[in-house]
């Protein structure tokens, strides 16, 4: 592992900036990344005073898409319900340790700040980890058409953070992604 940023935040302080520009400039090693290879962002914020909770779920599944190192920079003592639920997320931590060990990219970008960012997940399934990200302030409804992302037929999904299987979605994908959040996908044939 290595670190790839600065500090994410200031000891006892999460700022969103920061953690979006550590975000940034970690996605700019991703080539170099993979089985043992692991770029370093630096720790998780989850839980720390100065970002909401969909800012939280964002940082886990961006580090997670990133195949970063999953280090908590909270009080773990006196972390509240919510912040054990983020850390805890069996299906993200997966993503994040997956065997395939390759880093998401920036797969699209739309207007005003809103990403889709992809992972190849091991497997027989051909799988990918998908996080659809809304930088900005408000909450925006997300259209992704799989042929955009190179899925060219349909696909079977679940979302991570509900723990719900969506079914078999033909052609495209629609959901709305809150202010600074995300809604994190597993795609497969």
Request: hydrophobic share 40%.
């Amino acid at each position: 592992a290595w670190r790839s940023t600065g500090d994410v935040g200031d000891p006892g302080h999460a700022d969103w900036n920061r953690i979006l520009g550590n975000f940034d400039q970690n996605a700019l090693h991703a080539a170099s990344g993979g089985r043992n290879h692991w770029s370093d962002p630096d720790m998780l914020e989850v839980g720390v005073p100065g970002i909401n909770a969909n800012e939280e779920r964002a940082m886990f599944s961006l580090w997670a898409i990133s195949a970063a190192p999953l280090w908590a920079g909270n009080d773990l003592v006196s972390m509240t319900a919510e912040t054990q639920e983020i850390l805890t997320n069996r299906e993200v931590i997966a993503v994040d340790q997956d065997a395939l060990g390759q880093p998401g990219t920036l797969v699209l970008q739309g207007p005003a700040g809103v990403q889709v960012w992809a992972r190849p997940l091991a497997g027989q399934d051909s799988a990918q980890a998908l996080v659809l990200f809304n930088r900005t302030s408000e909450q925006v409804k997300m259209s992704l058409k799989w042929e955009d992302i190179g899925i060219y037929h349909e696909a079977q999904v679940r979302d991570l953070w509900s723990h719900m299987d969506l079914g078999l979605i033909p052609d495209k994908y629609e959901t709305n992604v809150p202010a600074h959040g995300v809604v994190m996908l597993r795609v497969s044939r």
